[in-house]
Structure formats: C-alpha cells, structure tokens
C-alpha cells in the first residue's frame, strides 16, 4: 500500500489550490487565509451562515472547483460549506430541505455539470439532510462578477422561478458558494416564500466581508 501511494504521489503530484506549491492540497501559508471560522450575517432576515471569509485565496480555491472541477478544490468547498451548515443547524435548531442556487445552463454547458446541485448532495450526505433542486432560471442574466451590489439587484430581478408546482411545502434551507451584496439568496428568498416555503436560514462557503 505504501509502495502504491508512493506511486501516485509521483505520478499525480499534489499541488496547493491556494498558490500552487507543489507539496499538499492547501499549504500552510495559504490555510492561514482558509480558515473555517463561524460567520453570520444576513440576507433582509434571513440569518446567513458562513465559514470562510472571502479573499484571493479563498476565490482561487473556488474557481479551480467551480470552473476547472478541481476535485481536491471541491472538497475544501465541501468541508466549509458543512461547517456552515452545522453551525446554521445548531444557532437555529431547524434541519430543513436544502435547497441550492441554480446554475444558469450556460454555466451548466460550460462546466459540465451543475456545480452547486453537485456540491449540495455531497454536504447532504455529510450532514444527512435532503437537497431539492426547487429552483431555475427563467430568462438570461448577465455575469455577477462585473455588476456593482446595485446592478446585481437589478440583473437578478424576477429571475429565478419553480421548476414545479410544489406539492408539499418545507422550510429551507438556501445553498450557495458565496454571498458579496447577498442579490442572489434575497431573489430566491422572494421566489419561494411568495410560493409558500418558508426560508428559515441561507448557507455559504465564502462571505465576502462586510457583507453590505
């Protein structure tokens, strides 16, 4: 076993996702910039949960799971993402059906799969609670990253719908990577409880800080 691992070790050599150090999946230097902590804050008022503050570590951690589907990448996602969610869990004391942000189906096409959907089922798995993908964008909307918070509102406007009829409500919980203006959560906070789930919390991975 040991002569095997060696093996892999040369043949699939570990870099840091953080910098790109040849040595481990998140080198030393770089977890002092990923470091889980208890994060809250809030979207309107929906209590938010997250575990990373958001800096350029912790954005290159993310591109290389959410656009390269780094699997060493996804998992570091993962583990903060349950961190998030355990805390959301016990400053709440609900275990609601998870639901997570949908990808546009560009990004879907683009990525080949549906990273957020993908990275929910895992923490599901972890945590032992339900994901149901409820949600889905109806029209175009343009990339995030280059809006300012007052043009994010307005780009995420009415954009995300049911992809059904609901045939029993839940509470719910909200998954997504990151929260910056917090447009996105408080869109599908508004689908769905205009359609009778009740929100009871929003977890994320990354929060950029401050939140507003």
């Known amino acids: 076993m040991r002569l095997f691992a060696e093996l892999q070790e040369l043949l699939f050599p570990l870099y840091c996702h953080g910098c790109g150090l040849l040595g481990a999946s998140l080198c030393s230097c770089c977890k002092d910039f990923y470091q889980i902590r208890n994060l809250q804050s809030s979207i309107g008022t ?3 949960f997250s575990a990373v503050a958001y800096n350029s570590i912790a954005r290159r951690i993310l591109l290389a799971s959410k656009e390269d589907g780094v699997r060493g990448a996804d998992d570091l996602i993962v583990q903060a993402l349950e961190h998030s969610l355990r805390y959301a869990i016990w400053k709440t004391g609900r275990t609601p059906v998870l639901v997570p942000i949908p990808s546009s189906s560009k990004a ?9 959907c993908e990275i929910s089922m895992r923490v599901s798995e972890l ?17 995030q990253t280059l809006l300012d918070a007052a043009a994010r509102y307005r780009n995420l406007e009415d954009a995300l719908v ?5 045939t029993r409500l839940h509470e ?7 929260v910056t203006t917090g447009a996105t959560l ?3 906070v508004k689908t769905l409880e205009m359609s009778g789930y009740r929100v009871v919390g929003a977890v994320t991975a990354l929060v950029s800080l401050p939140l507003r």
């Open 46 to 48: 929906v209590p938010t």
């Open 108 to 116: 879907v096409r683009k990525r080949g799969r549906d990273f957020l």
């Open 127 to 143: 945590v032992g609670l339900p994901t149901q993908s409820l949600l889905q964008h109806n029209r175009k909307v343009k990339d």
């Open 162 to 166: 049911l992809k059904k009829r609901p």
């Open 172 to 178: 719910v919980f909200l998954v997504d990577d990151l």
């Open 186 to 188: 408080n869109q599908a």
